[in-house]
């Protein structure tokens, strides 16, 4: 069996203004792959509204039933926001981390 992988790779500042953005290329991602990646190398800063996206995308992947993961590179930025947030209890610096650090989220 052929994995008909997509890389999705939001850059620069992910925030209410790109979210919409993001989660329709996710969506359509959903729609047409398996797995889905999430990159996270080009992501300079986010806000909540990328968490909020970021949950519901693991939950619309586990819906469907298309693997969903996350990789590349977590600026230390995004970490600190993501422990000051309460989302982890410590920044991670690669996003394989960040699937085991951020609270409730189980990416399959």
Known sequence: MSENIKVVSPEGVVGIASCN??????????DTADPVLLNFSHIERIDLSFVQILYAAVREAGIRGV????????????GEYLVAGGFCKEAPTEARELENHLVELQVK
């Open 67 to 78: 693997g969903f993961r996350l990789n590349g590179e977590v600026s230390k930025e995004v």
């Open 21 to 30: 953005e993001l989660r329709v290329q996710l969506l359509q991602a959903f």
